[in-house]
C-alpha cells in the first residue's frame, strides 16, 4: 500500500475531494463491486423498461457517481491487474482441478480413477548463466570451479563464486554473453508450440508401443487430454507446465480402456520428452535440432505411492504459473522495435534477445517473428488445453457473469414496479480506469486491504 505522506499534493487533495463528495459510498461501493480493478472499464447508459403506457427508464447511469458505472478490465496479467488477474487464476484453477479432481463442472468424479501427470518440460542450455543452487548444506555458488580455472575464447571467467540472492538481477544472465547462443535460444521460443505438438504425437506412439497396440488401435481406445502452461523462465526461455490424463474415446470422461496406470504413463512422457526432436532452418549457419532440455520433472497425481501431488497443488501450482508473462522482463505487452527498446531500458540479456529476434525475423523461414519480440519469440498461448481436458475458462466467466446479473438483476427488481414487460439497455464506453490520479490510489489501497483479508482467511481456514 503506498503511504499517503509520499502521495504528491495534488493527488491527496483528489483523494480529499472524492472522499468528501456526498455520493462516496456509492462510488467505494463500485469500486469494491468491479473487485478493485487496476484499470476498469467506464460505462454510461442506462436500462428501460417497457409498461401499458410506454417505456420507463428503470435505471440510468446519471444517477452514479460521475455518471458512469464501472466494469472489470479483467486482464490476465499481474502485473496489469492485481485483482483481474487473482480473478483469473481462480478460475484458471477450477478449470484445472475440475479436469483432475471431478465432481464438478460437467466432470464426474470418477475421473480421479483416470492415470494423470503432472510434467514440467524445460528449454535446453544455450550458454550457462547465473543461478541459485542448493546442495545438503544449504546455498551453493553459482558455477563454482572445477579443475584449472579457464578463461572463454573472449577472456571471461567461465566460472562465478557468488552465492546470489533471489533478487539479484544477474540472476538468467549469461555468464559471458558472447558465448551464449542467442540464435537458438530465440529459435527455441519461437519454434516451442511445435515442439510441443510433436511430443503429443511422440507420447501416443510411446503410450501405443507400451500398451502393445497399434497406433489406430490405440486412438480408438485411449484418448490423451492435457492442459499446458507456459513460462519463462529467469533467462528468458519458455518451459511448459503440464497436466496429462488418459481417457476413453468418448465424449463422457469414461475411463481409457488399456491397462497403463500412472506411474506407466509418466515414464511414457520421460521417454517421449527426452526423444522428441525438430530440425529448423537457420539463416546464418546450418539447420538446428530442437529438443526438450535434460531436466524434467514427472509426478502422478491422484492415488498411486504416498508424497505425490494432490489435485489440488497440481491445479494451483499451473494456475499461479498463468498470471505471469514476458513483462516480467520490462517488455510490456506491446510491440518492440529496436528504436521503441532503447527508451525500455531492459537488461542487456533481455535487449540482446530482442535484437536476435528482430534480426531472425528478416528471414523467410522466421517470418511473423518481428511481430513477437515483445515475448522473445514465443508466440503461443500462454494456457491451452485439448477438447476434452475439463469445462472451458469461457464456461467459468460466463458462469460468473450470469450470477453478477442474476444479481444486479435482484437489486434492481427492488427499485422496480411489478408489471414491467420489456427491458431494454443502452450502454456506451466512456473510457477506461479511474477518473484522477486520487481515485486510483484509493482503489488500489482497498484492493490491497482486501487481498490481505482474503489472505488472513486463507491462512486462516
Ligand atoms: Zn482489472
Ligand atoms: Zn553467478
Ligand atoms: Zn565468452
Known amino acids: 500500500m503506498t503511504p499517503t505522506a509520499t502521495l504528491a499534493p495534488q493527488v491527496v487533495q483528489q483523494i480529499v475531494t472524492r472522499a468528501g463528495r456526498p455520493d462516496f459510498d456509492r462510488w467505494a461501493e463500485q469500486v469494491t463491486r468491479c473487485g478493485h480493478c487496476a484499470h476498469p472499464v467506464r460505462l454510461r447508459g442506462r436500462v428501460e423498461h417497457g409498461t401499458a403506457s410506454g417505456a420507463r427508464v428503470a435505471y440510468s447511469t446519471d444517477c452514479e457517481p460521475d455518471r458512469v458505472l464501472l466494469i472489470r478490465c479483467g486482464n490476465r496479467r499481474a502485473a496489469v491487474c492485481p485483482s483481474c488477474s487473482y480473478e483469473y487464476a481462480g478460475d484458471m484453477w477450477q478449470l484445472l482441478y475440475a479436469g483432475a479432481a471431478g465432481g464438478r463442472k460437467g466432470v464426474p468424479e470418477s475421473i480421479r480413477s483416470h492415470p494423470l501427470v503432472f510434467a514440467t518440460l524445460t528449454a535446453p542450455g544455450f550458454?550457462?548463466?547465473?543461478?541459485?543452487?542448493?546442495?545438503?548444506?544449504?546455498?551453493?555458488?553459482?558455477?563454482?570451479?572445477?579443475?584449472?580455472?579457464?578463461?572463454?575464447?573472449?577472456?571471461?571467467?567461465?566460472?562465478?563464486?557468488?552465492?546470489?540472492?533471489?533478487?539479484?538481477?544477474?540472476?538468467?544472465?549469461?555468464?559471458?554473453?558472447?558465448?551464449?547462443?542467442?540464435?537458438?535460444?530465440?529459435?527455441?521460443?519461437?519454434?516451442?508450440?511445435?515442439?510441443?505438438?510433436?511430443?503429443?504425437?511422440?507420447?501416443?506412439?510411446?503410450?501405443?508401443?507400451?500398451?502393445?497396440?497399434?497406433?489406430?488401435?490405440?486412438?480408438?481406445?485411449?484418448?490423451?487430454?492435457?492442459?499446458?502452461?507456459?513460462?519463462?523462465?529467469?533467462?528468458?526461455?519458455?518451459?511448459?507446465?503440464?497436466?496429462?490424463?488418459?481417457?476413453?474415446?468418448?465424449?463422457?470422461?469414461?475411463p481409457p480402456q488399456i491397462s497403463i496406470d500412472a506411474a506407466e504413463l509418466a515414464e511414457a512422457i520421460r521417454q517421449a520428452a527426452a526423444h522428441v526432436r525438430l530440425t529448423v532452418e537457420m539463416p546464418n549457419g546450418p539447420d538446428l535440432v530442437l529438443r526438450f532440455g535434460t531436466q524434467l520433472d514427472t509426478q502422478t497425481v491422484n492415488g498411486g505411492p504416498t508424497g505425490e501431488l494432490t489435485a489440488e497443488h497440481a491445479a494451483r501450482y499451473i494456475a499461479k504459473y498463468a498470471t505471469k508473462s514476458a513483462e516480467d522482463f520490462g517488455l510490456g505487452e506491446r510491440r518492440i522495435t529496436p528504436e521503441t527498446l532503447a527508451l525500455l531500458n531492459v537488461p542487456s540479456h533481455v535487449e540482446r534477445l530482442v535484437r536476435t529476434a528482430w534480426q531472425l525475423g528478416e528471414h523467410d523461414a522466421y517470418e511473423g517473428l518481428r511481430r513477437w519480440v515483445h515475448m522473445l519469440g514465443f508466440r503461443g498461448h500462454f494456457a491451452s488445453k485439448s477438447r476434452r481436458y475439463s469445462t472451458t475458462l469461457g464456461a467459468i466467466r460466463g458462469e460468473r457473469r450470469a450470477y453478477r446479473q442474476r444479481q444486479a438483476a435482484e437489486h434492481a427488481r427492488e427499485l422496480i414496479d411489478e408489471d414491467t414487460t420489456l427491458v431494454v439497455s443502452h450502454w456506451e464506453f466512456a473510457g477506461v480506469g479511474y477518473l484522477t490520479s486520487g481515485d486510483t490510489a484509493l482503489a488500489l489501497s482497498a484492493a490491497a486491504r482486501a487481498r490481505e483479508q482474503r489472505q488472513a482467511a486463507r491462512e486462516a481456514a
Do not use: M
Open 127 to 254: 550458454g550457462p548463466v547465473h543461478t541459485t543452487r542448493a546442495d545438503r548444506s544449504g546455498p551453493a555458488r553459482c558455477r563454482p570451479v572445477h579443475g584449472a580455472q579457464r578463461l572463454c575464447p573472449h577472456g571471461r571467467p567461465t566460472w562465478c563464486t557468488a552465492i546470489h540472492a533471489e533478487d539479484d538481477p544477474r540472476l538468467g544472465q549469461p555468464i559471458c554473453p558472447d558465448c551464449y547462443d542467442y540464435s537458438g535460444h530465440v529459435a527455441f521460443n519461437w519454434h516451442a508450440p511445435e515442439l510441443w505438438r510433436r511430443f503429443t504425437i511422440t507420447l501416443r506412439r510411446a503410450l501405443a508401443k507400451t500398451a502393445g497396440l497399434t497406433a489406430a488401435e490405440f486412438t480408438r481406445r485411449c484418448r490423451v487430454s492435457f492442459v499446458k502452461v507456459a513460462e519463462f523462465q529467469r533467462r528468458g526461455v519458455v518451459h511448459f507446465h503440464a497436466l496429462v490424463r488418459l481417457d476413453g474415446p468418448g465424449e463422457d470422461y469414461q
